[in-house]
């Protein structure tokens, strides 16, 4: 069985991969701003484990340990989410600047700190002390520099607490993107046009809103909206530039990011062979080095948790406390609009006058040159990213973002201390961004389900296309507490999510009224999941590691079983690949050839081919492009056999035609893991030179499965390397807390020269694991560094 490989593997590569065994490395210091005595113990795979005298000196370690590990990557965070690029890297970021500052926090923040866990501002406060702390050390030669502040010729900053919550644009939100993709493509082709670039769930019938011309929506009006959220590029440094480029394509953009879901599931005692919950949860997002996430352990009077978050942040977004296990995936509710103004310079029409939008000046300081003197306007429903005042237009987005509450995941700090269900459903209730399937067990045995995250009430529309700013679309407030879907103790004693649509169908829940979405992941590695899981009457721990890392495709079954109702080609290498992909079961196993021929067919040309058909418009034809397997599917399922065939024969002939300019004529050696791998390289690389990028980067290992398994492995079309998919993955064993198993990727440090640098990445792509450790004797007997800390006099 898949489990039973998946504990041999975690076995053998912890053999060859942990450290040397013997006593731990022992070493003291002390630190200034430390109130106790504390103890940090690093076990074999970098994972810390901080013991400490009080919650606020828990929190503190973490922020210091987090600048010891991720000092570039967390100092980067801050600068590129407060607008302060350009001070540490010169001219070529003040667009990118000015674009991060129209989305930063600028409401009351006593209503935001009032929004978390009584407890969140001490957390940050003292995070925010700890990095700090840190960061003296650097400054004052105690701790060494990371070397990515001497590629950039820059210095890492102080923290201020209220930092952390301003910054709103690192979190996931939807669906401002795809309301100007599909306003483009219904100008050029109607509404019917867009059922192949995206499909809606539930059912719903598209419309234009009243008083919106499609036509009138640019296609760079997201372009600050894009820089805002974009990852910082080193190419400008690289070529010397003063200035960045233009934001990538938005079709590129949104194809990156549909492909950032999750996978979770919670499994009863009942169903499970240990006779205790199982909570399993692997979020999934660019995998890259250093790692999206961070695994961190606190101990302290009232405080014990232990799992994963972002490096950045106080506390964990998923884990445990001891007591309460918690897990999340996107659930994909409408959290943004995109507004359409008429203007008059600085003013827009609303409700028939004229309504002085509000500018703000700012200052961006730039390196080595004069600052730049800047304007930011907002109307009332958020910040103005495009202008036109030739034409009289201006848009603007409604976001989430604006609202107290919703910096990004630091609603878990109501689960830190959860102790049963009805915490669990008061952090429910105010958790803000990103919207969130949130699953739960506890050592009582119960197990759950909710739908979490700050949701609009449209009452006279869908979301799914702007609408004209003029007041008649405008939200009605927010769904109240309590009502979002959620699942008690399920009858069918698991409950798991990975994106799909899962809203209850009426008479249970009142979806088409509540209007939370219509925008989801392909349900391909939901039914996967499913499949599985109902095939287990009890599950192990072993059961969950290996479906995590299971890489069979609901999706390539489908096409294939279209593929099925076609006899042959007269083209000898269609129809060899024909009867690979007729024998084959879907599994996307690094030796398979039919897995790189199903991928680069369905993935790269099937859609190219059947938007061709569907729609003669070349504009449309554009603007849709490649379009995703499910809804190009979905549109084949529908046609008679002649339209049916010469698309799927056309793509399969250019895909091989493809496969062959890459892999050579032989097909027998087409295998998915010849295509398809895993390299990591830090976009600071670009800096760096030959020896020292080299070091930095990880790779190329083979990776089976794609977006459409439960391993999720989502790959870049230009070259097939893989750059979304599980940024950590963890089973929970819910009250036998010692026996879960985590693994990162590729490692929990930051610097390349670290041991723990790259260790996680060959466990991580061949599916194994290491222990999470959670009683003080399983840490102690791990260990590998252990750091004894007491307050500088």
């Not at 004797?777 to 800390?789: C, G, P, Q, S």
């Amino acid at each position: 069985m898949r489990s039973q490989v998946v504990l041999g593997l975690t076995a053998a590569l912890l053999a060859t991969t942990a450290h040397a065994a013997g006593a731990a490395r022992q070493e003291s210091r002390t630190v200034r701003g430390l109130e106790g005595p504390a103890e940090l113990i690093v076990d074999k795979w970098g994972i810390p484990h901080i013991y400490a005298a009080s919650a606020r000196d828990a929190f503190f370690l973490q922020g210091y340990n987090a600048a010891r590990d991720r000092l570039w990557q967390i100092d980067l965070w801050r600068k590129r989410g407060l607008g302060r690029l350009s001070a540490s890297l010169g001219p070529a970021y003040v667009a990118q600047d000015r674009a991060a500052r129209l989305f930063l926090y600028r409401g009351d923040m006593a209503a935001e700190w009032a929004a978390y866990d009584p407890a969140g501002k001490g957390a940050v406060q003292a995070f925010a002390a700890g990095v700090n702390a840190y960061v003296a050390e650097v400054r004052a030669g105690k701790q060494p520099l990371p070397v990515e502040f001497k590629l950039t010729d820059s210095q890492p900053e102080d923290w201020a607490p209220e930092d952390i919550l301003r910054i709103r644009s690192h979190a996931l939100v939807s669906n401002v993107t795809s309301e100007v993709a599909r306003a483009r493509v219904v100008c050029a082709g109607g509404v019917d046009a867009d059922a192949l670039r995206r499909k809606l769930e539930p059912a719903h019938k598209l419309a234009v809103p009243d008083g919106l011309d499609p036509c009138e929506v640019p296609a760079n009006v997201l372009d600050d909206y894009l820089r805002a959220t974009e990852p910082v590029d080193f190419k400008p440094l690289a070529s010397k530039s003063a200035q960045a480029d233009a934001p990538r394509p938005l079709a590129q953009v949104m194809d990156e990011r549909a492909a950032e879901g999750s996978n979770n599931w919670t499994i009863s005692a009942a169903r499970s062979a240990t006779g205790r919950p199982i909570l399993a949860n692997d979020p999934h997002r660019p995998v890259g080095v250093p790692s999206l996430r961070y695994i961190a352990h606190l101990e302290a009077p009232g405080l014990s948790i232990i799992g994963a978050g972002e490096p950045a942040l106080p506390g964990v977004s998923f884990g445990h406390n001891g007591t309460t296990a918690f897990g999340l995936t996107i659930f994909y509710i409408d959290q943004e609009d995109l507004y359409v103004y008429e203007t008059k310079g600085n003013a827009y029409r609303y409700r028939g006058g004229l309504e002085p939008m509000t500018v703000v000046k700012e200052t961006i300081p730039v390196k080595g040159q004069a600052a730049r003197e800047v304007e930011l306007h907002f109307t009332r429903h958020g910040p103005v990213v495009f202008q036109d005042d030739a034409k009289g237009l201006a848009f603007a987005i409604r976001t989430i973002w604006n609202e107290p509450g919703l910096a990004g995941y630091f609603g878990s700090s109501r689960m830190w201390g959860a102790k049963g269900w009805q915490d669990f459903q008061t952090a429910r209730d105010k958790w803000g961004a990103p919207p969130l399937n949130l699953v739960y067990a506890d050592t009582k045995g119960e197990i759950g389900w909710s739908a979490a995250g700050r949701t609009p009430v449209r009452a006279n529309w869908d979301g799914l296309m702007p609408v004209p700013g003029d007041g008649r679309y405008e939200w009605k407030g927010f769904v109240e507490d309590g009502g979002l879907p959620v699942s008690r103790n399920p009858k069918a004693g698991y409950f798991a999510t990975a994106n799909a649509m899962n809203i209850p169908a009426e008479p249970e829940y009142p979806r088409e009224k509540r209007k939370l979405g219509f925008e989801w992941a392909d349900p391909t590695r939901t039914q996967r999941i499913h499949e599985v899981l109902d095939g287990l009457p009890k599950s192990t721990l072993a059961d969950s590691m290996a479906l995590q890392t299971d890489s069979v495709s609901p999706q390539a079954r489908r096409g294939v079983a279209l593929l099925r109702t076609l006899s042959s080609s007269p083209d000898p290498d269609v129809a060899k690949a024909m009867n690979l992909l007729k024998a084959w079961d879907g599994a996307e196993t690094t030796d398979s050839v039919a897995a790189a021929i199903y991928e680069t067919w369905a993935v790269k040309h099937l859609g190219l081919h059947a938007v061709r058909a569907a729609n003669p418009s070349g504009t449309v034809r554009r603007l849709i492009g490649a379009s995703s397997p499910d809804p190009v599917l979905t549109w084949l399922e529908g046609q008679p056999s002649t339209v049916r065939a010469p698309v799927m024969l056309s793509a399969l002939a250019d895909a091989l035609a493809e496969l062959r300019g890459r892999l050579g004529p032989d097909m027998a050696t087409w295998t998915w893991g010849r295509l398809h791998t895993a390299k990591f390289v830090p976009a600071i690389a670009e800096l760096a030179d030959p020896t020292l990028a080299a070091r930095m980067t990880l790779g190329p290992l083979p990776a089976p499965g794609s977006s459409s398994t439960p391993r999720a492995a989502t790959w870049r079309a230009s070259d097939f390397t893989q750059v979304a998919g599980a940024s950590v993955r963890v089973v929970m064993d819910v009250g036998a807390w010692d026996n879960s198993m985590i693994i990162n990727t590729p490692g929990q440090s930051g610097d390349p020269d670290s041991p723990h640098y790259g260790d996680l990445f060959p466990l991580w792509a061949s599916g194994a694991y290491v222990p999470l450790r959670y009683s003080r004797a399983a840490v102690e007997a791990d260990a590998e560094t252990v750091i004894k800390l007491t307050p500088a006099p």
